[in-house]
């Protein structure tokens, strides 16, 4: 049996058709289907659907939702970081789920997709309100991801969310401190235990999870220089975990300027007169560098809402009327955009800098940093000016 048209109403008509055997069972299997017309035009859709049959390229009626797909793809993609994973599942529940996930996964369309875009921008998703650009191309991207494995495992005959025109993401200015801001803050910070985490984040550009994952074993403060080999991750699901570098490239050796060496020594002295006055004894070389009273990791949230807290204590004006500190709101992470300014700022070249920051490629660098770099083309056109006249005038 290949296929017959059979009447169900005065202008409907069921389709069934065979589309092969399962690759499981061996046993033939049968489709059936619906269409509204004419006999003729029924007749047309049922060849249409055997020759799809037959290239190879027919997807099997589903009554699978994008929420049911959604959810299951992202539970079985186990080669997801799971700080990714976290924030993929917050984009799938909060966005995703409430607006479309009730459609039919493989009735969805391009214009609904487009639909779903302008209402994410106007009213928001399961939290509500208004969503920035940005949070809407990171929702599109799960949904297309997800929708690629869709196709690729022939539950639809297209992934509707390609070639959809997505708003246009503002690019956000990276907030740095500038030059004659980083001493100020840093002795502002002297007695906080905040002071050598901060010390050492300006000085290397590591990310925070690798400061706080660092171990004393990690660190040549002879040689000046230091080793990342793993970071600190923070999620709801696993708590507090150590995990290596994403990248090979996040892997390096770091070389230690004389501020941050001298800043790391004067901690070591005061760790460890505070364990023996516990009870605790020296740290062993594979004890945490930044750590709680009794060597446990301090988790990076910590870390985050104590900075935030600092910064808004700096720049509360005093009694004068003066900002404590003259500085901008800078989270921690940007202490890394003001160590990376201060390398382009310095004509350190742009490998050299990627390597330093741990970055996959210098493209990553370049896409991050960019601005910064057509800062420095002031004197391109003067240094080639005096290359191209070398020679001439002799």
Same mark, same amino acid.
């Given at each position: 049996?290949?296929?017959?048209?059979?009447?169900?109403?005065?202008?409907?008509?069921?389709?069934?058709?065979? =589309?092969?055997?399962?690759?499981?069972?061996?046993?033939?299997?049968?489709?059936?289907?619906?269409?509204? %017309?004419? +006999?003729?035009?029924? *007749?047309?859709?049922?060849? +249409?659907?055997?020759?799809?049959?037959?290239?190879?390229?027919?997807?099997?009626?589903?009554? *699978?939702?994008?929420?049911?797909?959604?959810?299951?793809?992202?539970?079985?993609?186990?080669?997801?970081?799971?700080?990714?994973?976290?924030?993929? *599942?917050?984009?799938?529940?909060?966005?995703?789920?409430?607006? =479309?996930?009730?459609?039919?996964?493989?009735?969805?369309?391009?214009?609904?997709?487009?639909?779903?875009?302008?209402?994410?921008?106007?009213?928001?998703?399961?939290?509500?309100?208004?969503?920035?650009?940005?949070?809407?191309?990171?929702?599109?991207?799960?949904?297309?991801?997800? &929708?690629?494995?869709?196709?690729?495992?022939?539950?639809?005959?297209?992934?509707?969310?390609?070639?959809? +025109?997505?708003?246009?993401?503002?690019? !956000? $200015? =990276?907030?740095?401190?500038?030059? %004659?801001?980083?001493?100020?803050?840093?002795?502002?910070?002297?007695?906080?235990? &905040?002071?050598?985490?901060?010390?050492?984040?300006?000085?290397?550009?590591?990310?925070?999870?690798?400061?706080?994952?660092?171990?004393? !074993?990690?660190?040549?403060?002879?040689?000046?220089?230091?080793?990342?080999?793993?970071?600190?991750?923070?999620?709801?699901?696993?708590?507090?975990?150590?995990?290596?570098?994403?990248?090979?490239?996040?892997?390096?050796?770091?070389?230690?300027?004389?501020?941050?060496?001298?800043?790391?020594?004067?901690?070591?002295?005061?760790?460890?007169?505070?364990?023996?006055?516990?009870?605790?004894?020296?740290?062993?070389?594979?004890?945490?560098?930044?750590?709680?009273?009794?060597?446990?990791?301090?988790?990076?949230?910590?870390?985050?809402?104590?900075?935030?807290?600092?910064?808004?204590?700096?720049?509360?004006?005093?009694?004068? %009327?003066?900002?404590?500190?003259?500085?901008?709101?800078?989270?921690?992470?940007?202490?890394?955009?003001?160590?990376?300014?201060?390398? =382009?700022?310095?004509?350190?070249?742009?490998?050299?800098?990627?390597?330093?920051? %741990?970055?996959?490629?210098?493209?990553?660098?370049?896409?991050?940093?960019?601005?910064?770099? +057509?800062?420095?083309? $002031?004197?391109?056109?003067?240094?080639?000016?005096?290359?191209?006249?070398?020679?001439?005038?002799?």
């Amino acid at each position: 049996m290949r296929g017959n048209v059979t009447r169900r109403g005065k202008s409907s008509w069921r389709l069934k058709f065979d =589309i092969g055997a399962d690759p499981a069972t061996g046993k033939r299997l049968t489709q059936y289907a619906t269409v509204r %017309g004419t +006999k003729k035009q029924a *007749e047309a859709e049922l060849s +249409k659907r055997l020759h799809q049959v037959d290239g190879g390229n027919y997807v099997a009626n589903s009554k *699978e939702t994008v929420a049911e797909h959604v959810r299951n793809w992202l539970s079985a993609k186990a080669d997801l970081a799971a700080t990714t994973r976290e924030r993929f *599942e917050k984009l799938v529940e909060n966005q995703i789920v409430p607006q =479309i996930g009730s459609l039919i996964l493989q009735q969805l369309r391009p214009a609904q997709v487009t639909a779903w875009h302008n209402t994410l921008r106007k009213e928001g998703g399961k939290e509500g309100g208004p969503l920035s650009p940005a949070t809407v191309r990171q929702a599109h991207r799960v949904l297309h991801m997800a &929708l690629a494995s869709a196709f690729e495992d022939e539950k639809i005959a297209r992934n509707v969310a390609s070639g959809r +025109k997505l708003p246009k993401a503002e690019s !956000a $200015d =990276i907030q740095i401190l500038q030059h %004659g801001q980083i001493a100020p803050l840093l002795e502002a910070l002297q007695g906080h235990w &905040l002071s050598p985490i901060a010390t050492v984040a300006v000085g290397t550009g590591m990310r925070q999870g690798e400061i706080m994952g660092l171990r004393w !074993a990690d660190i040549d403060l002879d040689k000046g220089s230091l080793r990342v080999e793993r970071s600190l991750e923070e999620t709801k699901a696993t708590g507090l975990r150590f995990k290596a570098p994403k990248s090979k490239a996040g892997t390096r050796t770091i070389s230690l300027p004389a501020s941050v060496v001298d800043a790391v020594k004067a901690h070591r002295k005061r760790q460890l007169e505070q364990r023996l006055a516990l009870g605790l004894g020296k740290p062993g070389k594979d004890a945490l560098v930044f750590c709680g009273p009794e060597g446990e990791a301090i988790a990076p949230s910590r870390v985050s809402g104590a900075w935030r807290d600092a910064i808004d204590r700096l720049r509360k004006p005093a009694e004068d %009327g003066a900002a404590t500190v003259e500085l901008p709101k800078v989270r921690f992470h940007d202490l890394r955009h003001t160590h990376a300014s201060a390398l =382009i700022a310095g004509g350190l070249d742009v490998v050299a800098i990627s390597r330093r920051l %741990g970055h996959a490629s210098p493209v990553v660098t370049l896409s991050v940093y960019a601005h910064l770099f +057509k800062r420095s083309d $002031d004197g391109a056109a003067a240094a080639i000016e005096a290359a191209m006249r070398t020679g001439a005038e002799q």
